[in-house]
């Protein structure tokens, strides 16, 4: 039942990643340059409040450095791109494990 939830957060995220990847598409052929949103936009556009929450929280706890470490690195990335990522590793952490064939599983 787990795995099955997991897969399906996957696979949502997975077509969200596809989702943006065709309105950054859109937008940047109408504009006629390389328009990109970032994940940092995507979560002030859903919920703003959370954003500084998140950040006042990792800063408590974890330290200023990791929130830099993750400001720069995850949230300027663009959104399409992350969403894909996550949805990847989500659907590889549920799937089945093969079974072992002539060998015994301990």
Known sequence: MIRFVVRFLGLLLLALGFIFLIYDGIRSISDGGVLLTSTSDVWNAVHDRSLSTAQAFIEQHAGADL???IATLI???????VAAVLGI???????????LIGYVRE
């Open 89 to 99: 590793l989500l659907i590889v952490a549920g799937r089945k494990k093969k079974p």
């Open 75 to 81: 949230l300027a990335q663009p959104a399409a791109a």
């Open 67 to 69: 929130w830099q470490l």
